[in-house]
T-cell receptor, first 111, second 110 residues
Framework: NAGVTQTPKFQVLKTGQSMTLQCAQDMNHNSMYWYRQDPGMGLRLIYYSASEGTTDKGEVPNGYNVSRLNKREFSLRLESAAPSQTSVYFC??????????FGAGTRLSVL | KQEVTQIPAALSVPEGENLVLNCSFTDSAIYNLQWFRQDPGKGLTSLLL?????REQTSGRLNASLDKSSGRSTLYIAASQPGDSATYLC?????????FGTGTSLTVIP
């Protein structure tokens, strides 16, 4: 099925550990996004990539880095995880301003 | 900065009732507005997308309207069913980003 695939689905980290969240889409979309969702705060944009080879900061980029590896893949890296980064992370893709498609999410706990 | 607000935060209705969810945004310079559904522990599913030049979109029992000049959108759900229970989010597309509201949690009571 066409869509956005995120891995892993769940992860528990200790403070200071690093990890990379993977995202791949097979709809040939140019734009890809990483959001975090926290209770009462809605979805907040971390980073986005309007096209292959470009990335831009969103609303809450501190503590994160991203890589647009190719048109299909957009990864999010936490270099030194902090408890404040406990959240649900969603990857999404879209073609310009058309309808965006979301992955199933990664539930991350940082102890 | 674009701000998106959804009222009410939670809504509980008996099965069969028609209902309206509200979304407002502060900057009318948008490309489109999208309504999503999110089930507990799941990702977001797109329901309807209204381009900035459109006034409404319909899909089955769902009807979404857009009044760009006043910064408002509504999602109308007809003849609600228990399976409609979920959180509904609206998002506006502006610049290179989508801006989300915090959602309305809907419970339809059998």
């Amino acid at each position: 099925n066409a869509g956005v695939t995120q891995t892993p689905k769940f992860q528990v980290l200790k403070t200071g550990q690093s990890m990379t969240l993977q995202c791949a889409q097979d709809m040939n979309h140019n734009s890809m996004y990483w959001y975090r969702q926290d209770p009462g705060m809605g979805l907040r944009l971390i980073y986005y990539s309007a096209s292959e080879g470009t990335t831009d900061k969103g609303e809450v980029p501190n503590g994160y880095n991203v890589s647009r590896l190719n048109k299909r893949e957009f990864s999010l890296r936490l270099e030194s995880a902090a408890p404040s980064q406990t959240s649900v992370y969603f990857c999404a893709s879209s073609e310009g301003h058309m309808s965006s498609r979301f992955g199933a999410g990664t539930r991350l706990s940082v102890l | 900065k674009q701000e998106v607000t959804q009222i009410p935060a939670a809504l509980s209705v008996p099965e069969g009732e028609n209902l309206v969810l509200n979304c407002s945004f502060t900057d009318s310079a948008i490309y489109n507005l999208q309504w999503f559904r999110q089930d507990p522990g799941k990702g977001l599913t797109s329901l309807l997308l209204i381009q900035s030049s459109q006034r409404e979109q319909t899909s089955g029992r769902l009807n979404a309207s857009l009044d760009k000049s006043s910064g408002r959108s509504t999602l109308y759900i007809a003849a609600s069913q228990p399976g409609d229970s979920a959180t509904y989010l609206c998002a506006v597309s502006a610049g290179n980003q989508f801006y989300f509201g915090t959602g309305t949690s809907l419970t339809v009571i059998p």
